[in-house]
């Protein structure tokens, strides 16, 4: 979340946290949503005494975390746990215990526990499991931004009209790792496979497109986004296009590894236009 700071500038907010967490112990409960919330004032704590009151709260509230303890009639931490492993696969989960044991851990490691912290009275023991809650989180959401951006950027590469080919940068050379649809309706003729051949050579067809295609790919292993107009050779025929190659995957020792290739079409641009 963004709030301007009043000069025109804007400060990052932590998002709030909500916390369940579970245990049979209805003071202990309560004495540990107090330190808790005390440690950091994004996170808010609800409380339920049974696992099964904790699968109606999961099933009814936006819950961030799972806190819970091992010993509780019906249902222990673990089974707990397992049971909510088929609907919440990848929600946080810390056992907050009494009762640990080699074998206990070893159960809630089998079982997918995000964290393993046996109890204690002390304050630092509640910023710890604090601080376990807020990594937890943060790792979570930020797992679940890069899949969304993965599913937005796949459906972008297969979807639009725009030929794209993804390509590893490999002794000066780009080595087509990866196409979309209006690549291989554009460049790639019926049955053939352009995986692991050099862009470069798939789709150029005379000595100075390909000394052209050289230059842009020198300019890509240097960090540079490249917007140019070129001719390149299609399915159809030789065509015009506007280039765009941008590098991604720049390491600090090795330089760019990878990049994209952007063909637009500009063939018939302008053709229909009377002149002036």
């Known amino acids: 979340m963004l709030l301007s700071a009043g000069n025109g ?9 909500t916390v369940l967490h579970v245990d049979d112990d209805p003071d202990f409960a309560e004495l540990a949503a107090t330190f808790i919330e005390r440690q950091h004032d994004r996170l808010n704590v609800v409380r339920a005494d049974s696992a099964g009151e904790g699968r109606t709260l999961l099933a009814e509230r ?5 806190v819970s303890d091992y010993d509780m009639p019906r249902l222990n931490g673990i089974e707990f746990l397992q049971a909510l492993r088929q609907r919440h696969p990848d929600l946080p989960f810390i056992l907050f215990t009494g009762k640990g044991s080699e074998e206990i851990a070893s159960e809630a490691i089998s079982a997918g526990v995000t964290d393993y912290l046996q109890k204690g009275s002390d304050a630092e023991r509640y910023e710890l499991l604090a601080n376990r809650i807020t990594n937890a989180v943060a790792q979570n959401r930020a ?3 890069a899949v969304e ?3 937005r950027y796949e459906t972008l590469f297969t979807h639009t ?12 050379a780009p080595i087509i790792q990866s196409v979309n649809p209006a690549f291989e309706a ?3 003729p019926p049955d053939a496979d352009v995986v692991g051949r050099s862009l470069d050579r798939v789709i ?8 052209q295609a050289e230059r842009i790919t020198e300019r890509a292993e240097t960090g540079a986004v490249t917007t140019r107009e070129v001719t390149r050779q299609t399915v159809d025929g030789p065509r015009r296009f506007q ?3 941008v590098p991604i995957d720049v390491d600090g020792t090795d330089g760019v590894r990878s990049a994209f290739a952007v063909y637009t079409d500009v063939t018939d641009v302008g053709r229909d236009e009377t002149p002036p």
């Open 149 to 151: 951006t993965t599913q």
């Open 243 to 245: 280039l765009q190659s």
């Open 62 to 66: 936006d819950i961030d975390c799972v």
């Open 161 to 172: 009209t725009n030929a794209i080919a993804s390509v590893e940068l490999r002794d000066g």
């Open 186 to 188: 554009t460049f790639v």
């Open 204 to 211: 150029t067809a005379t000595d100075a497109q390909r000394e």
């Open 9 to 17: 500038s804007y400060c990052s907010v932590p998002e709030p946290i």
């Open 143 to 145: 797992e679940r931004r």
